[in-house]
C-alpha cells in the first residue's frame, strides 16, 4: 500500500511539471518544483479535473 501512495504521489508530481512544461508556466513550474506538495495538489486537481 506504501508503494501505490508513493507511486500516486510521483505521478501526481510528474504530471504538474509536464502541464505546467506545455503550458509555459515558469513561476508555477519552479514553485511546484521546489516546494513539491504544490505540486502534488495541482496534479491531483489535474487528474480529477479541478485545474
Same mark, same amino acid.
Given at each position: 500500500?506504501? *508503494?501505490?501512495? /508513493? $507511486? !500516486? *504521489?510521483? @505521478?501526481a #508530481?510528474?504530471?504538474?511539471?509536464? *502541464?505546467?512544461?506545455? +503550458?509555459g508556466f #515558469? =513561476? @508555477? $513550474?519552479i !514553485? &511546484? +518544483?521546489? %516546494?513539491?506538495?504544490i /505540486?502534488?495538489?495541482? =496534479?491531483f &486537481?489535474i #487528474?480529477? &479535473? *479541478? %485545474?
Amino acid at each position: 500500500m506504501p *508503494v501505490l501512495i /508513493g $507511486l !500516486a *504521489v510521483f @505521478f501526481a #508530481w510528474l504530471t504538474h511539471i509536464i *502541464v505546467c512544461l506545455k +503550458a509555459g508556466f #515558469w =513561476g @508555477f $513550474l519552479i !514553485a &511546484g +518544483a521546489i %516546494f513539491f506538495p504544490i /505540486g502534488i495538489i495541482h =496534479g491531483f &486537481g489535474i #487528474w480529477i &479535473g *479541478v %485545474f
